[in-house]
């Protein structure tokens, strides 16, 4: 099974990535657009049912409060030249950094595949084709955006599994945070 680590974003969120969407993208761009968002923490990929309940056993180990994280500014990856994948950022948290590197810490024994550096964002497009970059970019750092914050008090071990309209998510398990 394939899986990753992620946090939800209450639906009362949801508008704002949405809302960008439809702002942002025309039929100059090919692109996928995200339907279910999530902030992942850790991409796992493939994982047998027995390192399945080891990794649970694991995450349920870690420790952490509530925090708030609050959007910031869009932008693309790889680089501006290559545009494959356009995101709405999150602000710079010294509580979400801590999460990450205590989940990347309590799996480290798995020896999962190195994964990017952790750049918290929230997936909007993936896109296969711009037909003027300097236009589309142009276009994205002129949408403004309202700034909405949100409570973090989970993250979540979901399943991926792979169709041929796009990946669906299963939860398989919550992680709640430390009542202090």
């Known amino acids: 099974m394939r899986l990753f680590i ?3 974003f209450p639906d ?5 990535p ?3 969407q439809a702002s942002l993208f025309d039929i100059s761009v090919r692109a996928k ?5 999530h902030l992942t923490l850790r991409f796992l990929g493939e994982v047998s049912d027995s390192q ?3 990794i649970v056993e694991k995450l349920s180990g870690i420790s952490f409060p509530s925090f708030t994280l609050c959007t910031s ?3 693309v990856f790889p680089n501006n030249k290559y545009i494959r994948v356009v995101w709405l950022g999150l602000e710079n948290s010294e509580e979400l950094k801590i999460l990450q590197k205590n989940i990347e810490s309590s799996l480290s024994s798995f020896s999962f595949r190195k994964d ?5 964002h929230i997936t909007l497009a993936r896109v296969s084709n711009v037909d003027n970059k300097s236009a589309f970019l142009d276009k994205m750092r002129g949408l403004s955006h309202r700034k909405a914050c949100f409570e973090v008090d989970r993250f979540t071990l979901y399943e991926s599994v792979l169709k041929p309209q796009g990946p669906e998510y299963k939860k398989l398990k919550e992680f709640s945070a430390s009542q202090k």
């Open 6 to 8: 992620a946090i939800d």
């Open 12 to 16: 009362n969120f949801l508008d704002i």
């Open 18 to 20: 949405k809302s960008i």
């Open 33 to 37: 657009l995200t339907s279910s968002f």
């Open 52 to 54: 399945k309940e080891q």
């Open 73 to 75: 500014s869009l932008g």
């Open 116 to 120: 990017f550096a952790f750049h918290p």
